[in-house]
């Protein structure tokens, strides 16, 4: 089993920045493929970014694509999301999770762990 802990989030303006860290416990990330997700009051979860876990091959929803970067430092056992470039309509509930297996990454339903998540608001 792993524990996942996000932080990170906060107040921001639009146009500006915010890097998210998500650590894990229990378990290194270094056996899982990892996702960040988020969810705005109101709408359903959606799929943000994901790095495999061998290659560390990224995939990005079409709205962040050019502005956030997922990435990971296994010695720390920690995976970011560098956000720049924030827009109003990035406000949500950010979450990171991970999955044993590579296909349907964008797929939150198969994600195995998930963490509690960190509030990230962009003001206009």
């Known amino acids: 089993q792993v524990q996942l802990v996000e932080s990170g989030g906060g107040l921001v303006p639009a146009g500006g920045s915010l890097r998210l860290s998500c650590a894990a416990s229990g378990r290194t990330f270094s056996g899982y493929n990892i996702g960040w997700f988020r969810q705005a009051p109101g709408k359903e979860r959606e799929f943000v970014a994901a790095?495999?876990?061998?290659?560390?091959?990224?995939t990005y929803a079409e709205s962040v694509k050019g502005r956030f970067t997922i990435s990971r430092d296994s010695a720390k056992n920690t995976v970011y999301l560098q956000m720049n470039s924030l827009k109003p309509e990035d406000t949500a509930v950010y979450y990171c999770?991970?999955?044993?297996?590579?296909?349907?990454?964008?797929?939150?339903?198969?994600?195995?762990?998930w963490g509690q998540g960190t509030q990230v608001t962009v003001s206009s």
């Open positions: 790095i495999t876990r061998t290659l560390g091959i990224t």
């Open positions: 999770a991970v999955k044993s297996t590579v296909p349907r990454i964008t797929i939150g339903d198969d994600y195995e762990y």
